[in-house]
């Protein structure tokens, strides 16, 4: 039997097929090989008046792989579509269905949430239909974001000076501009608070004869300090023996924020290196995926691999140290029967693959490994002690705490957050009465929230319910390469066009623009992929909304005018302002259609030394889609050019101009390396 498999990934493909006997041919489609036209009303590529009919066309470039897999599917006896295992996987597999017009009769869809041999060969032996509430719940939301995108993003280029806009998008820019309102609107209040040193600790002020001590300035605390003395009468010691549990396992949003927080790895970069490890490494004479599917919300871990991972634990770290499977809170958006990101094997140690792996597909691999061993592992132990000490009535308090079992954190040590803070012990003092060496005032102020990192904004668009965990990442690109903020020691600050953006957005789409609506909107989603509610009664309801806001917006928005440059239009006299295209901002005239005066950008001749050739200068320059490479000032007459940026040195050998390519300065002719 001769049987065709699709998956998304060429990287998965290769793995896949290594697994599968010679009655298999596994080829990709290298994801998405269809979306929505950009023809009809407003260029949506969706029949509005028709129950909101899309339009779907190749994706430009893909003629050549749709007619390779059409030749493909029809050489097969059956075609198995084995795209990723989330929502966007099950669009991806009907579109091929479809578009390479496979029959009932003839096709499976299988899911597998890891690329292992057994577990590969097992979704093989056990296919499905394809599942199309989960198609008609992307559908919705690839409609739902084009409509909202094509309108409000033209709106925003006719109006104002923003790119683009979108359903989340523009939600999370909101989460940016309200926070940085917040932090300028914050009125700092000033107080003090004193602190007694001791030889071993430290306690701090809380009460007066059982009432909370509030200090608002250094008055107030010279009064208090004038009442105190060196001597503490011990209180109360009270000892706790505390369980501290681990972590859940990472979900897509928890793995985004432990990597920007501990490897100081942006969101997209974490999700290209997780893809990588999922999809399949080489490791000696193996192919394997290395962990789980990467986009998911779940908590989860199979059997089989608690199974394994208790006997691993059992066997290096000692029976103590097995924990049992903790019972944990699914997030608010938990979808689809995903497991947590984990190894697909504890028995892949982290120090076994180092050879085979990047420093970063090491380290992420690290993180995912560690955090799912510590999951399975048993609680630390902690002694929590807290001090009550009496000096005049005024009550100090010092807390801390002490390791008894270290349980998981024999693993996660380095990782956890929080340090100890070790208390002596109080058993071993003659008297209740302890002499601190100094007592303290100190001044602070109280401060705003801080703006967010994309690990917080991340955290909190997960928590308000807006967003799914393969949109963070895009997300969190688009505001930045769209210019609404800019990093400053990794926050968010929005720019002015960011702000403005949100303000006019909020002017006349606050009804839809908003966090609650955006959460709701997720939710409607959710029922129509269990079959709770009708796509097209969505889509219907959300449009009687938003068509007459835009038609609004479009008809009184105030557009921004464009920014004058003090000069004078030579051809009319009018005035020069600053105007955005295509290839960003340039300088032309107000009177625009009827002057279409352009001043000429004034570029710096900057020269990267002597062509080797003809003696004339190395310039900058570009191919016709904007690519950068080096080449004589004397072109045509002499065609010497490079790709890598000329060092201006001559090389000693063969007088070759010297580049850096690599990181290293080398010569292109001879290969001399300086």
Known sequence: MNN????ESPAKSKTIEKYL???????????????????????????????????????????????????????????????????????????????????????????????????????????????MD???SQETRRMLDRIIGFRLSKLMQRKTGGKSAGRVQSVALKLVVDREREIEAFVPQEYWTIEADFKDFKAELEKYHNKKVTIKNEVEANEILAKLNKSFKILNVDETEKAKKPKDPFRTSTLQQMAANRLNFSSSKTMQIAQKLYEGMNI??????????????????????????????????????????????EPKLAQDAHEAIRPTSILRTPEDLKPYLSSDEYKLYNLIYIRSLAYLMSNAKVLATTVDLDNNGYLFKATGSVLKFDGYLKVYHDFEDNEDVILPDFKNYQSDVIVADAI???????????????????????????????????????????????????????????IETTDKLQEF?????????????????????????????????????????????????????????????PVCGSDLVVRSG?????????????????????????????????????????????????????????????????????????????????????????????
């Open 134 to 136: 989960l198609v008609k």
């Open 509 to 569: 789409f606050s009804k839809i623009v908003n966090v609650e609506y955006t959460a709701n909107m997720e939710t409607e989603l959710d029922e129509i992929a269990d079959e709770k509610k009708d796509n097209v009664e969505v889509l219907k309801k959300f449009y009687q909304e938003f068509a007459p806001l835009v038609e609004e917006a479009f008809k009184n928005m105030a557009k921004k005018e464009p920014e004058k440059t003090g000069e004078v239009c």
């Open 4 to 7: 065709l498999v699709i998956v």
């Open 284 to 329: 000696g004479k193996e192919t394997v995926g290395l962990i789980t599917y990467m986009r998911t919300d779940s908590t989860r871990f199979s059997d089989v691999f608690v199974n394994e991972t208790k006997n691993y634990i059992k066997g290096k770290y000692g029976a103590e140290y097995v924990g049992s499977v903790k019972s944990s809170k």
């Open 440 to 498: 303290n005032k100190y001044q602070h102020f109280t401060k705003p929230a801080s703006r967010y990192t994309e690990s917080s904004l991340i955290k909190e668009m997960e928590a308000l319910g807006i967003g799914r965990p393969s949109t963070y990442a895009t997300i969190m690109k688009t505001i930045k390469d769209r210019g609404y903020v800019k990093l400053e020691d990794k926050k968010f600050i929005p720019t002015e066009i960011g």
């Open 582 to 674: 295509k290839f960003g901002e340039f300088v032309a005239c107000s009177n625009y259609p009827t002057c279409k005066y352009i001043k000429k950008e004034e570029k710096e001749n900057k020269t990267f030394g002597k062509c080797p050739k003809c003696g004339h200068d190395i310039v900058e320059r570009k191919t016709k889609k904007g690519k950068v490479f080096y080449g004589c000032s004397n072109y045509p007459k002499c065609n010497y050019a490079t790709w890598y940026l000329p060092t201006g040195e001559v090389c000693p050998n063969c007088q070759n101009l010297l580049v850096v390519k690599n990181k290293k300065v080398i010569c292109e002719e001879c290969g001399y390396t300086k």
């Open 21 to 131: 006997g010679s009655n298999y041919k596994v080829v990709s489609s290298k994801g998405h090989i269809r979306d929505l036209a950009t023809t009809g009303k407003y260029g949506l590529g969706i029949d509005i008046e028709n129950d909101f009919k899309p339009n779907y066309v190749a994706i430009k470039g893909k003629n050549k792989d749709i007619a390779a897999l059409k030749k493909l599917a029809k050489e097969s006896d059956k075609v198995i579509l084995a795209t990723d295992p989330d929502r966007e996987g099950e669009a991806i597999s009907w579109h091929l269905y479809d578009e390479l017009n496979l029959k009932d009769d003839n096709y499976e869809r299988v899911v597998f949430n890891e690329i292992t041999k057994d577990v590969v060969i097992s979704a093989i032996n056990n296919p499905r239909k394809i599942d």
